[in-house]
């Protein structure tokens, strides 16, 4: 069963229906606004021409933040020192769009990764240890070496005297079963999410101490604590740097950002992939999959969801959409698991471990 109004499934954390069969998501979820372009202008002119570059845009080669780059520059004729964390993971397409943009753009581009070896050292330590005792809420765990890259941000943008930070968040991408399993709710407010994200986690870690091991707990630790533009240590420790997501200002449109980036910057998606969002790090088909035999849902039923809600794509649409994008590219999962030393076996064993004991 699915909601009549949107097309997450019974089987999503915390959902329930009334008479109608409407979930009750949808009954409490509270619709997006935006503080205007005006709003957004008179950011961007009290930091404009105060240095070398104007701002900084944290760019991944997926489309969202391609887009932010390409209104930086070409719509507000900003200075843009774009940022981009190798995540070693990274989709070779991705790493083409980045190329793409600074040839095209003609964006200065800093890059940066973890020492040695710490981000497939993190990921496969913190697989290896959800698969001892898996949790639905923390297979995020296996992600957190990325969520480190704002603190090289931050350095990154005091080096260079840059005093804003743009970035391309996307106000419908905050997955509401995820929050509901770390006991979050689905509208929270950025402080509150902030501070039941930490103790979710926190209380993750003492259910399953594996993740608590030397060679990974720093890398661990700074990627909760430097989570996300608005996170606390982010906005403690970057008390100089204005952080702006352009989507709080100015609505997300799917439709224009693809066109744009594809007919302006020669952005692409892997041609074997049927989707376009979040292509550019190849993990994200191990989490899909992993949610999905774990609880029949993913972020992709979450997220197209909000887009009913919003008025934003319809049933029909997200149906055909969540059937097509849902199956799970098994070899390209496989092969991924390989690099860090973890068959697809093993991973499996430790789900169906799980569904024994918590059956969907």
């Known amino acids: 069963m699915r909601c009549s109004r949107c097309v997450l499934p019974s089987t999503t954390p915390g959902i329930s229906f009334d008479a109608q069969g409407v979930c009750n998501y949808c009954r409490k979820a509270k619709p997006v606004t935006y503080q205007g372009e005006e709003a957004l202008l008179e950011v961007i002119d009290r930091f404009r021409g105060q240095g070398r570059y104007d701002c900084i845009v944290t760019l991944s080669g997926g489309r969202d933040s391609s887009y932010v780059v390409l209104k930086a520059v070409r719509d507000y004729k900003l200075r843009v020192l774009s940022i981009n964390y190798r995540n070693p993971f990274t989709h070779p397409v991705a790493s083409e769009n980045i190329r793409r943009i600074q040839k095209r753009l003609g964006v200065d581009l800093v890059q940066f990764d973890l020492p040695g070896d710490a981000h497939c050292r993190t990921m496969r330590h913190n697989l290896l240890s959800w698969m001892q005792n898996p949790a639905p809420a923390m297979v995020p765990m296996m992600c957190v070496a990325c969520k480190n890259m704002w603190k090289p941000v931050l350095d990154i943008a005091s080096r260079y005297g840059v005093k804003v930070a743009f970035s391309g968040s996307n106000p419908y991408e905050q997955n509401s079963f995820k929050r509901e399993l770390l006991g979050i709710d689905a509208e929270a407010s950025v402080a509150r999410y902030y501070t039941g994200y930490i103790f979710g986690v926190l209380r993750g870690v003492i259910k399953n101490p594996r993740y608590i091991a030397p060679e990974v707990l720093p890398t661990s630790m700074i990627g909760y604590l430097y989570s996300g533009p608005q996170a606390p240590f982010v906005r403690l420790s970057g008390k100089g740097l204005t952080k702006v997501s352009l989507f709080k200002y100015v609505p997300w449109n799917e439709e224009e950002v693809l066109t744009r980036v594809r007919e302006e910057l020669g952005w692409k998606s892997p041609p074997d992939s049927s989707t376009t969002w979040r292509f550019d ?25 909000r887009l009913i809600r919003a008025g934003l794509m319809s049933r029909e649409d997200a149906l055909m959409r969540v059937k097509l994008e849902n199956e799970v590219n098994i070899e390209s999962m496989k092969a991924l698991l390989d690099e860090v030393g973890i068959s697809f076996e093993q991973l499996d064993l430790a789900i169906d471990r799980y569904l024994e004991v918590h059956p969907r």
């Open 281 to 305: 790090c190849t993990v994200d088909e191990v989490k899909n999959y992993m949610y999905l035999k774990l609880l029949g849902v993913t972020e992709k039923d979450d997220f197209y969801s």
